[in-house]
C-alpha cells in the first residue's frame, strides 16, 4: 500500500512558532524522509469557515500568508501538493455522504469540538457547519488514501472520528477507504508551545504569538519579555523551570551544538537549568540565549519568505496547480465511493441490462 501523508491547517492568521514546532517542521522532515510516497498541504479554507463564515475577507487574504509560511519553511511543491479545500467540491460530496455514517450524540462526544464550541460561546446556538466539520475533516483525510496525518494532539479526536467512519464505510459498501494514523510531535515541548505571556496556548486573539513572519527585532522584543518564573526575583533567588515560558522554548528548539555557540559556560540544557534552579542565573541570560537559539531556527525562514513575496502571482499558481492535481485524485476515490455506495446508475451498463431484462419479461 502507498505511503500518503495529508494535513492542512485553517487560514484564519499567519502561522506562528507553535505550529511550527507542532507540525510544520516535522512535515518538512516526512516531505523530505523519501519514506512517502506523496504528500499533501492542504489550506482548509471550508472549515475555516464553519466558525467565520460571517468574515470570508479574513480567510480569503490569509489564504497567502498561510502558502508564504508553508513554503517559506521548505514544504517544496515538486514534492508535495499543496491545494485549497474549497477547490476540491468532491470534498463536499464525501462529507454529505459520511454524514450518515455518524450520530449526532457521536459528533457531541469529541472533546475537540466540545472545547471549541465553549470558547466561542456557541453553546446556545451551534451552526451545523461548525458541529460536522470533524466528518468534513474525514472527507479530507479519506479522499486523498491518506495513511499518514501529521498533526498536534488537539487533533487526535478528529482522526478517531475518521477511523470510524472509515470502518462503518468499509463494512456497509465496501473496502474502498484507508484508516489512517496519527504522527504526534516527538518533542513533548513541541506538543504544546505556550504563548509568550505563558497562557496555554498561543493564539493571535491573546496577542501572544511569535510569528514565522516577525522580523528579527520583534521576535528579540518578544523573546525578552516572555514569562517566566514570577517567584525569581533576585538573580540569585532559586527559580523555576516547570511552567516558565523559556524553559519551555530551550525544551523545543535549543540543541547541543547552540551551547557551543551562545553559551559555552554550560554544556547542555540540563546543565542550564541546574544553575537557574540553584539561583544564580538571570532572566536575561537565558532569555538573550532563547533569542540567538530562535533567531537561527527564524533567519532561513524569513529569507525565504522574502524571496516567495517578490513573486505572488506565482504562488497562487502553484496552489492552483497544486489543487488542480489535488482533485484528480479525490475525483478518483469519489467514483469508488460511488460505485461502492451504489450510486453510479450510469456507468453501470450490468444494471441497466438488468432492469431492460427485468422490464422486457414483464
Ligand atoms: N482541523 C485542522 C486544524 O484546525 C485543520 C485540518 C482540516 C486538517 N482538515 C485536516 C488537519 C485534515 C489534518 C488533516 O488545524
Redesign the pocket.
Known sequence: MEKII?????PTGKLHVG?YAG?LKRRVELQNSGEYDKTYI?I?DA??LTDNFDNPEKIRQNIIEVALDYLSCGIDPSKSTIFV?SQIPELTELTFFYSNLVTVSRLQRNP?VKSEIKMRNFEASIPVGFFT?PI??AA??TAFK?TT????E??LP??EQ?REIVRKFNSIYDEVLVE?DVILPNNKACMRLPGIDGKQKMSKSLGNCIYLSDTEKDVKQKIMSMYTDPTHIQVSDPGHIEGNTVFTYLDAFSKKEHFEEYLSDYNNLDELKEHYQKGGLGDVKIKKFLNNVMQEELAPIRKKRAEFEKDIPGVYEILKNGSERARETAAQTMAEVKNAMKINYFEDEELIKNQSTKYSEK
Open positions: 495529508l494535513t492542512g491547517d485553517r505550529h507540525s492542504m482548509a472549515q475555516a479545500q475537540t466539520y468534513s475533516q479530507d483525510i491518506a496525518i501529521p498533526v498536534g488537539d487533533q478528529m482522526i475518521t489512517p
